[in-house]
Every structure is written in C-alpha cells, then in structure tokens.
C-alpha cells in the first residue's frame, strides 16, 4: 500500500500579545524585510538618542532587547549592552550579536540598583500587563544623570487603527502581535516617569512616508533589502504623538 500523506498541523493561535509569538517567529528577527522590519527601523532611531559613553565600563541595558536589534547601532559608542528579554530564543540571537543576555522580567530585573548610565526600553511597554512597574524598574536602574531612552505607541482610538487594524494587515506583519488594551497614554507615562525621578520628553515619531511605501512595493514584489543594500525607511519626528511615540529623559540626583 502507497505511504499515507503526511498531515500537516496548522499553525497555533495564539491570544494577542502573547509571548510565544516570538518564539513561533524566531527566524525572523534578523531578516530585515521580516515579521520585524519595523523593528529595525525603530532601533536604528532609538540608538541614535544614545551618545557616545563618557566613561570606561558604562553600562546600556536594554529591556525587551528581543533579538538584539540595538546592538550594531551602538557598536563604537563604548557601552557594555546588557539585554533584558523573557524569549530564550530570542536572547540566544542576540548573545551571538555580542550582547551580554539575561533572561528576565522587565518588571523584575535581577540587576543592582543604579547600575545603568543608559536604559533602553525600545518597543516593550505595550506588550507589558504593568507598564508602570517596567516604568519604575528602568528607573530604579539608572545611575543620577543616566539617561532613559524608549518608543511605544499611545493610547488612542487612532493608535488602535494605526497599529492593529491597519498595521497588522500589511504584508509580514504579525496577526496580534499588539494588545491595544496595553497602549500606553503619553501623559501618564511622562508623569510617571516623573515619580519617578527621570524627566522625560516626548515627541512624535513615524516610518518617513516615501521610504515607507517603497519599501512596501518592494515587499509586495518580493524584492529584499538585503539584494537592493538597503536599511528600510527612516523613523522621522512627526507633530503628533497620537500613535507612536518616542521618549528621552535623564535621572536627577
């Protein structure tokens, strides 16, 4: 008798925003037209609010660092970068891109404190149950005059459009990779931040539109960005802070 066909399993589903997502979606960390190209660009931008260390041994943790996306942006800036993730797949990729990995909560960091010169929390606060206490870890963190550098998306109907309705219909983006029951509104992040000794500033950011739909027509066609030696488009200051937002603050004491 012929070898019965084999059965293929469907893929699981999963409850939006949950973790295991990226670990259904380890291989895509590094593909820069993957499930997280906007990651990419995202870094890129964060990285560049980040200055040079301006002192030996100076310590960047970066909380929900995933696959180390920060890491070749702040290569040459003197920084030990530690990497704070719950995804075991993920930290392994980003040990072999240099960062030191601890497998932790961003809302309980096994790490002393006042350790940071610099936190990073890049994409991590909207997938977080308690974002006020991921808030108040990376300020426990910093050092007097470290420096607190982050990007999430707001809390507002239009947010919700944006980044779920829209947003996860575009071609690679993951299908509940948000929870918009999670965003978080700017005015309460600043505040608390506030509470917290670190005064943060926002601003508006976005994908610069040209760039933006270049790179999806190339996406469409199946045209990398690897073979055209190209980044993906530029994160660019925008007036409103309404869907995505980018904060920068320093610690007093």
């Not at 870094?43 to 970066?62: F, H, I, N």
């Not at 960062?99 to 932790?104: A, D, F, I, L, P």
């Not at 505040?191 to 670190?198: K, N, T």
Request: hydrophobic share 40%; with cysteine.
């Amino acid at each position: 008798m012929p070898d019965a066909p084999p059965v293929s399993t469907p893929p699981r589903v999963l409850p939006p925003n949950d973790p295991r997502q990226y670990d259904d979606l380890a291989d895509e960390w590094w593909r820069p037209d993957g499930a997280f190209a906007m990651l990419h660009w995202l870094a890129r931008a964060r990285a560049a609010l980040v200055p040079p260390a301006t002192r030996p041994g100076a310590l960047l943790v970066d909380l929900g660092c995933g696959a180390g996306l920060l890491a070749p942006h702040l290569a040459g800036k003197g920084y030990r970068h530690v990497g704070v993730d719950l995804t075991r797949s993920a930290l392994r990729q980003a040990a072999e891109h240099g960062v030191t990995v601890v497998n932790g909560d961003a809302t309980a960091v096994p790490l002393a404190d006042g350790c940071a010169d610099v936190v990073s929390a890049g994409e991590l606060l909207e997938h977080v149950p308690d974002w006020r206490r991921a808030v108040a870890e990376a300020c426990r963190l910093l050092r007097p005059g470290g420096l607190l550098v982050l990007d999430t998306l707001n809390d507002t109907l239009l947010a919700r459009l944006v980044a779920v309705e829209i947003g996860e219909r575009l071609p690679a983006v993951p299908r509940g990779i948000h929870d918009p029951r999670l965003f978080v509104d700017a005015r309460a992040l600043v505040a608390e931040c506030a509470r917290h000794g670190v005064d943060l500033r926002v601003r508006g950011v976005r994908p610069e539109l040209r760039g933006t739909a270049g790179w999806l027509f190339r996406r469409m066609r199946g045209r990398s960005a690897d073979r055209l030696g190209g980044t993906g488009p530029r994160i660019v200051p925008t007036r409103s802070t309404a869907v995505l937002y980018q904060g920068r603050g320093v610690r007093g004491g």
